[in-house]
């Protein structure tokens, strides 16, 4: 069983905003089977010093992509300070970082996080933009 799985009403532990993101994408991709499984805030990353980062989700995609995806969710691109994500990405190359915002009614834009930071132009996630 999934984590994404609905525990009871407000034990959920989620904000609004990553509420909507885990019914209107991670379910229904689960449910699709496009993505195996996913988490909610299940892994810290020691980004420097006493300074930690917390992605909102780890998404473990299909067999076709065998990358951990940690997916960073906001309201908008410049939501948070964009530095803890970037120093995860530098510290942590490894795994896929990504930032998901609401854009138009229910699609999600996605941005790349990279060593080099946050990718200017949005990126095509088919799990996450429905496809």
Request: proline letters at 10%; a positive charge.
């Amino acid at each position: 069983m999934s984590t994404i799985d609905r525990p009871p009403a407000g034990c959920d532990g989620l904000s609004g905003l990553e509420r909507t993101f885990r019914d209107r994408v991670l379910a229904p991709a689960l449910a699709r089977r496009v993505i195996a499984d996913g988490w909610h805030r299940s892994f810290r990353f020691r980004i420097g010093g006493p300074l930690w980062y917390t992605p909102a989700f780890a998404i473990r995609p299909g067999s076709s992509d065998p990358a951990l995806v940690l997916v960073d969710v906001r309201r908008f691109l410049a939501d948070d300070p964009d530095r803890d994500v970037e120093a995860a990405a530098i510290i942590y190359p490894f795994f896929r970082w990504v930032v998901a915002y609401p854009d138009r009614g229910d699609r999600w834009a996605v941005h790349q996080v990279t060593p080099r930071g946050i990718g200017v132009n949005p990126i095509e996630v088919p799990w996450i933009q429905g496809g």
